[in-house]
């Protein structure tokens, strides 16, 4: 027979142990933003944590996602076109992904998962290169790697 005493510490202790609940973050793929730039994932920098979800969902057409530097051990993402994508975040890291008939137009988004950004110099050089294929907004490269908890 369990005393009180001893189910109350076997709850306590699976409260303790149960990890949150896994969010899902929501970007959008869209052809114009709602600050009015073009061809953006929005919101092109996730904040997460590990174990959560993150889902892409194309609102106007010609737009999938790549994934070009993520941390070790995660296998590499390639959407279908015009269909939405869910990825769920099993590594702690940086998640840096494109959409690849787009990167000329600067179509890029990246996701932190966790506090610590170990993989930041990979994906930083990941991100710096292409910068050589963009034609217009490489100053997004920028802006999301200020976002970097590092
Ligand atoms: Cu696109």
């Not at 996602?65 to 975040?89: F, I, K, M």
């Not at 179509?107 to 217009?136: C, D, E, F, T, W």
Request: with cysteine; charged share 10%; hydrophobic share 45%.
């Amino acid at each position: 027979m369990l005393s009180p005493r001893h189910v109350l510490a076997t709850l306590m202790l699976a409260a303790a142990t149960t990890p949150a609940v896994a969010a899902e973050h929501v970007v959008r793929m869209l052809n114009i933003g709602s600050n009015g730039t073009t061809m953006v994932f929005e919101p092109a920098f996730v904040q997460a944590e590990v174990g959560d979800t993150v889902r892409f969902v194309p609102e106007t057409a010609g737009h999938y996602v790549r994934s070009l530097a993520t941390p070790s051990g995660v296998s590499q993402w390639n959407s279908s076109e015009d269909q939405p994508y869910t990825v769920t975040l099993e590594q702690a890291g940086l998640y840096f992904y494109i959409c690849p008939p787009h990167l000329m137009m600067g179509m890029i988004g990246l996701i932190q998962a966790g506090p610590h950004a170990a993989n930041l110099p990979a994906v930083q050089a990941s991100m710096q290169a292409q910068k050589g294929r963009m034609y217009s907004n490489t100053q997004r490269v920028d802006a999301l790697l200020q976002q970097v908890k590092p």
